[in-house]
């Protein structure tokens, strides 16, 4: 795969990934000013109530930690690359400690 593919490639996943989480951003959105214009029902026991209280601060805390889209681009890059380096290293003999495989554990 040659550079200019390979850009053009983490430019489309990187666009595709950067959509989803805007789609994920307007949700919480959605649902944090739902939150912020209701309450909990009369009969609510306390727990529910002290929980209902903590879910929009918890919602915006979410929403202020959707990467950037620079930052899904670097992300997807890096991953790229480092895909690149694994394929081209010989094959192990231990498949079990190659990357990305967990070690099994005999009981």
């Known amino acids: 795969m040659n550079g200019e593919t390979m850009n053009q490639d983490v430019q489309?996943?990187?666009?595709?990934?950067?959509?989803?989480?805007?789609?994920v951003?307007?949700?919480?959105?959605?649902?944090?000013?739902?939150?912020?214009?209701?309450?909990p029902a009369k009969g609510a026991p306390p727990e529910v109530r002290a929980m209902f209280?903590?879910?929009a601060p918890m919602i915006r805390q979410c929403?202020?930690?959707?990467?950037?889209d620079r930052?899904?681009?670097?992300?997807v890059r890096e991953v790229a690359a480092s895909r690149g380096r694994i394929r081209r290293q010989p094959e192990a003999t231990d498949r079990s400690r190659v990357?990305?495989?967990?070690e099994r554990i005999s009981a």
């Open 71 to 75: 930052m899904v681009e670097v992300w």
């Open 12 to 23: 489309g996943v990187s666009c595709t990934i950067s959509g989803w989480l805007e789609d």
């Open 53 to 55: 209280d903590t879910l």
């Open 25 to 39: 951003r307007r949700l919480l959105q959605s649902v944090q000013f739902v939150l912020e214009n209701s309450s």
């Open 63 to 68: 929403r202020s930690q959707i990467p950037t």
């Open 99 to 102: 990357r990305g495989r967990p």
